[in-house]
């Protein structure tokens, strides 16, 4: 391969052509610790970046069982202040320091949380070798609050007992695939690549003008990633996440436990499925199971008489996507 085809590869992403989304579960039960569940804790990976959703209690334990590689995640997302989705942090951060971690921590949370942890830093941790920042989110409103050159995160407004909001994690437009063939055939100089990516036809010294679409392919679907927990059946969210290649959609109940469900503010599995089908998702993933029910097919049965394309949640368990 010489040097322009080269080029020509790297900037198609072809480094990253063994690279995929990734969704692991560190605890998908709900308040109570079970034998065979953790309270929530969830690692998306997307673009080699790494985002953890949630920090339940036992979350360190299970990266440690699953020799689970933390050297690109910078970036917390805490959907509520509830024990089984916070009670985690603490413990992570004081190991990492123990550790000797360098890189910056961010955790976009709920204001409250800053007040309640920073406390417990400075008196457990004052010597880490790395910064906790928060940043404040109000659960309440929809809006981005996190973007960087390839990734989006949005807040999605849920209905739980306390301000909760889930998250949609967006991969920006990505760039048009170049025809590598005819770049070379043409004599396309590389500098001239980039802004045939974005769009635009290239023109000959002979003012020959090669239209963009014999140049370049369609990009790639961009990739999208909503969580969606803890939350009563609210279906006001579906436009938001209209078309969702993933949802990840709390099932803390079944049906039997409606009342139980609309009590605490929680969905069974099917209202979960009821949501992936209003939203055309194009996977429904369950979790945040009760520990009333052992046995969690019943979960994944109730929740396939509205849905089909459904997995259930399972502690160390990793869903890959492309």
């Known amino acids: 391969m010489d040097y322009q085809t080269r080029r020509v590869a790297v900037l198609n992403g072809l480094h990253y052509q063994d690279v995929r989304n ?3 579960i560190l605890g998908c039960g709900s308040a109570i610790p079970t034998a065979k569940n953790n309270p929530s804790g969830y690692v998306l990976e997307m673009n080699d970046k790494q985002f953890l959703i949630d920090c339940g209690e036992g979350v360190q334990n299970t990266m440690r069982q699953m020799m689970f590689r933390t050297t690109r995640l910078y970036t917390v997302f805490i959907s509520h202040l509830h024990g089984d989705h916070c ?3 603490l413990g992570l951060i004081s190991t990492w320091g123990m550790m000797n971690r360098t890189q910056d921590l ?3 949370a709920h204001k409250d949380l800053e007040r309640l942890l920073r406390p417990l830093l400075d008196y457990h941790c004052p010597d880490i070798s790395f910064q906790v920042i928060f940043h404040p989110i109000d659960p309440k409103k929809k809006a981005v609050i996190f973007e960087d050159r390839t ?4 807040t999605i407004p849920l209905r739980h007992s306390v301000p909760t909001c889930g998250f949609l994690f967006e991969e920006k437009p990505r760039r048009r695939h170049i ?3 005819k770049i070379i055939e043409l004599h396309i100089p590389y500098f001239a690549v980039p802004s045939i990516q974005a769009g635009k036809d290239w023109t000959t010294k002979e003012g020959v003008v090669i239209p963009n679409g014999e140049l370049t392919l369609p990009p790639r679907k961009s990739f999208r990633f909503a969580y969606c927990s803890d939350t009563g059946y609210k279906p006001a969210i579906v436009p938001q996440i209209k078309g969702v ?9 079944l049906e039997e436990f409606k009342e139980s469900a609309a009590r605490y503010q929680h969905s069974t599995a099917k209202q979960a499925a009821k949501i992936a089908l209003k939203a055309e998702a194009g996977k429904l993933i369950i979790g945040h199971f009760s520990a009333r029910v052992p046995q969690q097919q019943q979960f994944l049965d109730e929740a396939k008489e509205v849905f089909e394309n459904v997995e259930l949640a399972e502690d160390r368990k990793v869903f890959e996507f492309k």
């Open 22 to 24: 990734k969704l692991t």
């Open 87 to 89: 009670f985690g942090l």
């Open 179 to 181: 025809i590598n063939d």
């Open 151 to 154: 990734i989006q995160v949005s």
């Open 245 to 253: 290649d993933v949802l990840f959609h709390e099932a803390t109940y």
């Open 106 to 108: 961010h955790i976009y």
